[in-house]
């Protein structure tokens, strides 16, 4: 069995009235933090969740701005109870 460790972000969230500019400039200057410790860790990626359409938008900038690129996917859930 290959066991390979991925660093989950599970909760992403936002500053309220932080305008879309500033919300991607600390990620560009947070990423490199994210990932040096994941490697560092031995993950082989970076797995991020959240509830808000906008981190989207987000990944999209980033990658742009570091040339990383990013898969962007969805995730749904349905809840049993």
């Known amino acids: 069995m290959d066991n ?12 309220k009235d932080v305008d ?11 990423y490199p933090v994210m990932e040096n410790f994941a490697k560092a860790n031995d993950c082989v990626g970076i797995t991020a969740y959240t509830d808000l359409p906008y981190f989207t938008k987000i990944a999209k900038g980033l990658t ?17 109870n």
């Open 20 to 30: 879309n500019s500033t919300i991607l400039q600390r990620w560009i200057d947070g």
């Open 64 to 80: 742009k701005s570091t040339k990383i690129k990013i898969i962007t996917r969805y995730q749904y859930y349905v809840p049993l």
């Open 4 to 15: 390979k460790k991925t660093l989950l972000l599970f909760s992403l969230t936002r500053t």
